[in-house]
């Protein structure tokens, strides 16, 4: 039976709302899919599907695994009182929180026998807009290897 993203990305979802959503934690929403609409939450994490690499190795397939985890953090709001200097030290310390899930090697994923890891590539930041609100954005890439199935 081939391997599916779909288990695992909703897996690493619910790590990271476990890790990042809840009184004291940096986020106040994580959804396991690409949403359209983020101006309901500050911050927001969203976990999509990218590429996959299939191969067979031994009569087993190997699959490697990419999922993207995007942070949205408002950018400032003068309103609420909202700065950039608070948009800043939230995204560090959401990009340092996924850091701290992803290293664990003791959550479902790893302990599944799948192996979980910042991808190759660094982080990507930048300013985007979305219904006229300015927002950082980060998208970590995150590489999930599945051997042997």
């Known amino acids: 039976m081939s391997v599916s993203r779909d288990p695992i990305r909703k897996a690493f979802a619910a790590l990271l709302n476990t890790a990042l959503v809840g009184s004291g934690k940096p986020v106040e929403a994580v959804y396991d899919y690409q949403i359209g609409d983020i101006s309901t939450y500050n911050p927001v994490v969203m976990v999509y599907s990218g590429p996959i690499q299939r191969r067979r ?83 970590i890439s995150i590489t999930v290897q599945v051997r042997g199935q």
Do not use: F
């Open 57 to 139: 190795v031994y009569g087993c397939e190997d699959v490697d695994i990419t999922l993207y985890a995007d942070v949205y953090v408002l950018y400032a709001d003068s309103t609420s009182g909202w700065t950039k200097a608070d948009a800043e030290d939230a995204i560090d310390a959401i990009e340092s929180a996924i850091a701290a899930v992803v290293a664990d090697p003791n959550h479902t994923l790893n302990q599944s026998g799948h192996s979980i890891s910042y991808a190759e590539e660094p982080t990507r930041m930048e300013g985007v807009e979305i219904g006229g609100v300015e927002y950082c954005r980060e998208v």
